[in-house]
């Protein structure tokens, strides 16, 4: 099974805008086990930066940004597996990688 990693971009006006990135899953990692990983490295259980992470960032790119309401966070909304096809060139195990980088606070 593949891994579908879901989230969302939340604007200073409460605007928002969602993505799914679908991973492969070479070495059957477990969903649980990744799910932990990825909550130990969210920021109040909930926010990363998804350059640090490096999946696409969802900012609107219809209008300009405001440096007094808009941020880079964005909002994590799950994970579990699927058999949807994969969207991402990395496997599950590269973004993984990627987040345990991530350090905290910022």
Known sequence: MNILFCYK?????????????VFSNPLKREIKETELIIREKLIDGLWFVADHWSIPNQFFK????????????????????????VTEKNTIEDFIAAVRKTTLPW
Request: proline residues 0%; hydrophobic residues 20%; charged residues 40%.
């Open 9 to 21: 971009y939340r604007d200073g006006a409460n605007y928002k805008q969602c993505n799914e990135i």
């Open 62 to 85: 219809e209008y300009m940004w405001d440096n007094e309401i808009d941020h880079n966070w964005h909002e994590f909304d799950g994970i579990k597996e699927t058999d949807e096809e």
